[in-house]
């Protein structure tokens, strides 16, 4: 369903999302460290799965944001349409789940090449409001990644 | 790894990142030359406008938008081309939710949304602009008929 939510709060979320996959990205360098790097990947998976579903208002995040930062806030000069944002939690589940899935397959940095990506996409997202699963939503369809 | 290596990566994934949106910045919402002599067909992508088909354009500059349902700036830009559409007669905004249409998005090499063609009045395609197009892009795109 579309409905209007203040554009801030994904941007918000994706401070969060930001910070917490750069403790990823940073654990995923090292042997020892790397399982933990995964566990917070699959709490991120988690989150972006209750994103992907029921949309950032109903996520954690998105919670956060209306119960302790609304509040502190002036009105939103405009509101946008909720379903870019949803449709970025996709994006973002996708690329947990191929993280997580090259670290139970063993590759390499593969979790860190995960977070890194997860990384760019949530700093654009939070800093300067640039929505990269959103802009990717033709170039995933072209490719066929999806249907829909 | 080392700490000091683990540190200088993830300063360089911060790099990369400011580098990407450096340039996005800089490249966005500006309009790039079109010469291929490609014509907008107005029955094939069925533009419409206050709930009525459009066929027939701007007699001078045309703005065609094409937008989805996943589009954080579409609805920004559309108000923007409005806006513009209602002080100058001589500009036309039509927007198109290609969500649906492959076809189109295949046609005109649609790889992000808003991308905005610039049309002359015989639907020929004079420039493209990728993302929420700059107020001086408008502007220089506009007067780019007038010479």
Known sequence: ?148 | MSPELKLGLLIGLVALAAIVGVVWKLRTGTAKRVDDGEYVDLAEISAVKNGKPVNALSTKVTFLQFSTDFCTFCGPTAKMLEALERTDPSVTHLEVNVTDRLDLVKKYNILQTPTTLVLDQKGKIMSRIGGAPKAHTLITEIGNFDI
């Open chain 1, 1 to 148: 369903m579309a409905t209007q939510i203040d554009p801030r709060g994904p941007r918000f979320g994706a401070t969060i999302t930001n910070v917490l996959s750069a403790i990823i990205f940073y654990l995923a360098l090292d042997k020892d460290t790397e399982a933990t790097g995964a566990v917070l990947f699959g709490i991120a998976a988690v989150l972006f799965l209750i994103g992907t579903v029921f949309g950032t208002s109903k996520h954690p995040f998105g919670w956060l944001f209306r119960t302790f930062v609304k509040p502190r806030l002036s009105a939103p000069k405009e509101l946008e349409d909720s379903r870019p944002p949803q449709f970025a939690q996709a994006v973002g589940l996708f690329v947990s789940v191929i993280g997580l899935v090259l670290f139970v397959s063993g590759v390499p940095y593969g979790l860190a090449f995960a977070a890194g990506a997860l990384f760019i996409a949530s700093a654009l997202q939070a800093y300067i409001g640039f929505c990269l699963g959103c802009q990717m939503y033709l170039g995933l369809k072209r490719l066929g990644v999806f249907k829909g």
